[in-house]
């Protein structure tokens, strides 16, 4: 199977124009990321980013992102900055980014850059725990063929306000276009990895309804050393501490 990023480079090669440049927008570069940010908030540490969809290569990263991950700029390649994505959130911003390109290529040359896309996911920082960033994109340049050639990239530290949950996709519409919020993602190109497995659903939704192991296991016609199992594997895999704690992360991260 094909390495992540690998996958990554593939979504973006379908909607990327192939020059590496249009008109001279390169020379007011500064001007241009000026008057995009303004439609982005940042409600909290923030750095800004240039990415170059046709050459996969950043071509700005502002000092921002030592604050945020505590990495130096040039540190900051495309590929290292997908590296630091929670593993668990890998596949889930990768079937986005394929929704992404879908929607963008689905819309009139002239409203593409009326939107903004907005994902929440989990980032490793460089003491190698994670925090929760907003992610939000929006389209800065377009080849004649109305493919992409850069997006402009903010992301914002919100590990205050969103600790647990999965990633959520919304395309925002600027300027009077209408948003599409919380989007269904149709065709999953990347397969997601379930936290639980189809039994383990089961035995947590009974303990849900305060069933013991005994009650549990006649119920599903399994030992109760079966069961106790498949608590306690439950319990090591989600790195929690008690029942409790399990219910509460199954039900903020829809395991159940």
Not at 142 to 153: C, Y
Not at 180 to 192: A, H, T
Not at 208 to 215: C, F, I, L, P, T
Not at 236 to 256: P, Y
Request: proline content about 4%.
């Amino acid at each position: 199977m094909p390495e992540p990023f690998d996958i990554a480079k593939k979504i973006w090669e379908t909607y990327s124009a192939e020059q590496a440049f249009a008109g001279d927008k390169k020379n007011n570069l500064v001007l241009d990321l000026s008057q995009r940010l303004i439609h982005f908030f940042q409600a909290g540490e923030f750095y800004v980013y240039l990415f170059n969809v046709s050459t996969l290569e950043m071509e700005y990263m502002s000092q921002g992102v030592e604050k945020v991950l505590g990495y130096r700029p040039e540190e900051m390649t495309i590929d290292s900055l997908f590296d630091k994505i929670h593993p668990e959130d890998q596949p889930i911003f990768l079937n986005y980014e394929n929704e992404l390109g879908k929607f963008l290529l689905s819309l009139p040359k002239e409203k593409i850059f009326k939107y903004k896309v907005r994902v929440d996911l989990r980032m490793r920082k460089i003491d190698g725990t994670y925090t929760r960033i907003l992610h939000q994109a929006m389209v800065f340049d377009i080849g004649e063929d109305g493919k992409l050639l850069r997006s402009l990239g903010v992301h914002t530290d919100i590990g205050y306000l969103k600790v647990e949950g999965k990633p959520t996709l919304s395309f925002v519409g600027l300027e009077g276009e209408p948003s599409y919020i919380n989007v269904q993602v149709g065709q999953q190109l990347i397969p997601l990895k379930e936290t639980l497995s189809k039994r383990e659903k089961e035995v947590l939704l009974l303990i849900m309804e305060g069933m013991q192991s005994k009650a549990i296991a006649d119920k599903l016609h399994v030992s109760k050393q079966t069961v106790d199992t498949h608590r306690k594997n439950m319990l090591v895999r989600t790195d929690s501490r008690s029942s409790a704690e399990l219910i509460t992360k199954a039900i903020r991260n829809g395991w159940v």
